[in-house]
């Protein structure tokens, strides 16, 4: 077998979970002759965001979907950074907007009020229990953004 970085002569250097290792006369280098990746398959990405944003912890995910807690960590990351929230561009435009910011004047005419406070009410339940869920997030501040953005994307899409 030949050295993966300097192509070199290598000999084998004890075995490891099963798997032939070997080690390069001339680098030193350890390596495998096949290495395998386990992938996670896009149906889990799709469950990892469905239970994150029903407020499941990383724990929980992890044991439900059997895979690793720092699997369902990246899962959460790569999800969150590719979802992009859409823009509202309009111009020369006044709104007045209620105390939630949650509708605007000109919203309030194609909807009845029962409507409107109907999501009211639900936008305050799911800021209380956000408030709940996301206590097991707050040691890591980048894993909070990431949870709270999937949040914020479901119920805009929703």
Same mark, same amino acid.
């Given at each position: ?13 004890? !075995? ?45 995910? @992890? ?5 690793? =807690? ?8 790569? !999800? ?20 939630? =910011? ?5 919203? !309030? ?23 709940? =869920? ?6 890591? @501040? ?10 914020? @994307? =479901?119920?805009?899409?929703?």
């Amino acid at each position: 077998m030949k050295c993966r970085y300097c192509q070199g002569k290598c000999i084998k250097k004890g !075995v490891v979970k099963e798997r032939q290792r070997y080690q390069c006369k001339s680098c030193k280098k350890y390596q495998q002759k096949v290495y395998q990746r386990n992938c996670i398959p896009q149906e889990k990405y799709q469950w990892v965001r469905q239970l994150t944003c029903e407020g499941c912890g990383i724990s929980s995910i @992890s044991r439900l979907l059997q895979i690793t =807690k720092s699997s369902v960590q990246r899962v959460i990351e790569r !999800v969150a950074s590719k979802m992009v929230m859409p823009k509202y561009e309009e111009e020369n435009q006044s709104d007045e907007i209620d105390e939630l =910011k949650t509708y605007s004047i000109h919203r !309030v005419f194609k909807f009845c009020t029962n409507k409107i406070e109907r999501n009211n009410l639900t936008l305050r339940t799911h800021l209380k229990r956000l408030c709940r =869920k996301t206590i097991c997030y707050t040691r890591s @501040s980048c894993m909070l953004g990431w949870c709270l953005w999937l949040y914020g @994307s =479901k119920l805009q899409y929703n």
